[in-house]
């Protein structure tokens, strides 16, 4: 019974900064993968920044930069830093996370950036 939790998302003005959380809770074994993904109103689900275990990153070009994936070291808690806002980042943001080669998702967080 895995189970996602995100936190973090709001409404912030351009420019500012967002720190989003995920929870992964109810897995019997360790959790070597987690990802962020967002999905803007009309527009497909897409990878914003992904983090293995060993501490390797990957980032969408459009947030190169200016957002940080991380993780703590209990393997269960994510998080992303999202610095530098603009209004195209307003998206529903999704953790996910691959546990023996199953994809589990959480429910999204809502960011809003105004200009």
């Known amino acids: 019974q895995v189970q996602l939790v995100e936190s973090g998302g709001g409404l912030v003005q351009a420019g500012g900064s967002l720190r989003l959380s995920c929870v992964v809770s109810?897995?019997?074994?360790?959790?070597?993968?987690l990802a962020w993904y967002r999905q803007a109103p009309g527009k497909q689900r897409d990878l914003v920044a992904s983090?293995?275990?060993?501490?390797?990153?990957n980032y969408a070009d459009s947030v190169k930069g200016r957002f940080t994936i991380s993780r703590d070291k209990t393997m269960n808690v994510g998080y992303l830093e999202m610095n530098s806002l603009k209004p195209e980042d307003t998206a529903v943001y999704y953790c996910?996370?691959?546990?023996?080669?199953?994809?589990?998702w959480g429910q999204g967080t809502q960011v809003t950036v105004s200009s």
């Open positions: 109810g897995s019997r074994f360790s959790v070597p993968f």
């Open positions: 996910n996370s691959r546990i023996s080669s199953r994809d589990y």
């Open positions: 983090i293995s275990s060993g501490w390797s990153t």
